[in-house]
């Protein structure tokens, strides 16, 4: 059966990801036997009338839609996705009559709220790359499974399988940063209370052999000609050690690419670094979130303050570039550790630091808890908005006016955090290669610039 994919992403916000879930989905279906095109929304320029012309050409028996995000969870400049994936359903339906069924994480967070809401036939819950091919058999014998479909297991790690990456896409993708992404693991052991990565993935982490992961860089850079790999796991220094074997890995292929991760704080020491920046490491984001050790007991963290300088100093004194994330209005969150959290991030050395304002309340989390509790949402509330936490000790417009006087004067300090995005496009235009924090960073880690394309 001809199956076409669509990647309905259309953020681009700190730079364009390329659609590797839909990448995986494909080749599984490809492995399956099925003729597989792959169709991303950003690569034809968000144009209806190019996904038009695509299923007038292919004619697929089945159209499966990939959902990264619902919404960009940035409570100061708010964009919704959902209705961008209900215009791809009435395009799809107005020139096939195939199936059409969603998947993605983002799809997976509310996955009823969000079929009512675009008008699809079908959704897959969970990893998709088994439960899809079993739809596809099932609909190929005209039978009609259930609306929504949840994958009863976690895939063995041996059955996480790599993506089929288009060449295309790939193209599209290498003009901003050369950065490709790729999975070395799946799930989270930790309680952060707003992260749905245990609900998603689960709650321990199912590694990628090794060997899978670095021939996946391999094709990448030999057959691709990408620049830079972006490791996607939800963390990639997993206290169990799980990263050092991938490092060593490459270290014994004498693989090297530049590429760049989540990092945990806490849990880094120095022959780390220097393995990782043997491998090619050049920059890294840190999930701090916490600006102070009350607001990082709020959001459910198990390090401290002291732990995100310790581990932003170990990186940058080896030449990484950092950028560290922080929201502010969790639970527990008071005036005086605001205050605390815009010092503490000032006085953070040789890193870009980026703020966001209240943290988006998702169904299933420990956050969703806490707001019923505390009467910011009620029993059954619709959370597709999106709907925010904010500390019921603080007023939105106190903090918004406390945490733009209190970094506007330091250079290296974002917020609102997407006022950064335009000099980030500029750097990629021009050529730079690799992640926001390697192009501006205090740090200095700067790639060369490539001969910019006319």
């Known amino acids: ?3 076409l994919l669509i990647s309905a992403n259309t953020t681009d916000t700190p730079f364009p990801v ?4 839909m990448g995986i989905v494909a080749n599984a279906l490809l492995r399956a036997g099925h003729a597989v095109v792959q169709f991303d929304f950003l690569h034809c320029g968000q144009s209806l009338e190019k996904l038009a012309d695509a299923l007038r050409l292919e004619m697929p028996g089945l159209v499966g839609i990939s959902i990264r995000n619902i919404d960009n969870a940035n409570m100061v400049s708010e ?3 959902i209705n961008i994936v209900r215009q791809i359903v009435i395009t799809i339906r107005s020139v096939v009559e195939a199936p059409i069924v969603l998947g993605g994480a983002g799809f997976s967070i509310m996955p009823e709220a969000i079929l009512d809401a675009v008008g699809a036939d079908y959704g897959i819950v969970g990893e998709g790359e088994s439960a899809v091919v079993d739809f596809a058999a099932s609909i190929e014998r005209g039978e009609r499974p259930d609306r929504c479909m949840r994958t009863p297991s976690r895939l063995d790690p041996k059955e996480i399988g790599a993506a089929s990456y288009d060449q295309d896409l790939i193209k599209f993708y290498l003009q901003y940063g050369s950065m490709v992404g790729v999975q070395t693991k799946r799930g989270c052991v930790h309680d952060c209370v707003y992260c749905t990565y245990p609900l998603l993935e689960g709650r321990e982490f199912r590694p990628r052999p090794v060997g899978d992961v670095v021939d996946d860089i391999e094709r990448l850079v030999n057959v691709h000609h990408a620049g830079y790999i ?3 796991d939800s963390i990639f220094n997993d206290d169990e050690g799980l990263f050092l074997d991938l490092l060593s890995e490459m270290k014994r292929r004498r693989v090297s690419v ?8 806490g849990n880094i020491r120095e022959e780390h670094v220097l393995l990782m920046k043997e491998a090619g490491l050049k920059a890294i984001e840190i999930g701090s979130d916490g600006a102070s050790d009350i607001a990082l007991r ?12 310790t581990t932003n100093d170990v990186f940058t004194r080896n030449g990484i570039a950092t950028a560290n994330f922080f929201m502010f209005g969790g639970p527990g969150e008071t005036k005086e550790s605001v205050m605390e959290g815009i010092r503490n991030i000032v006085a953070l050395p040789k890193t870009l630091s980026f703020m966001f304002m209240g943290v988006r309340i998702l169904p299933g989390t420990p956050l969703e808890t806490i707001a019923l509790e505390e009467g910011v949402i009620g029993p059954g509330q619709d959370l597709l908005g999106p709907v925010y936490y904010l500390s019921g000790a603080l007023d939105r417009q106190w903090l918004e006016k406390t945490l733009t006087d209190g970094f506007k004067d330091h250079r290296y300090c974002f917020f609102p955090s997407d006022k950064f995005e335009t000099a980030t496009k500029f750097l990629h235009q021009m050529g730079y290669t690799g992640s926001l924090w390697g192009m501006l960073s205090p740090n200095k880690m700067r790639t060369t610039p490539r001969a910019a394309k006319m």
């Open 258 to 265: 530049p590429w760049t991760c989540f990092i945990k704080p």
């Open 79 to 81: 964009q919704h996705y």
């Open 230 to 232: 972006f490791f996607t």
């Open 1 to 3: 059966m001809k199956i």
């Open 18 to 21: 390329y659609p590797l879930g």
């Open 298 to 309: 709020g959001l459910g963290k198990d390090f401290l303050f002291k732990d995100i300088i």
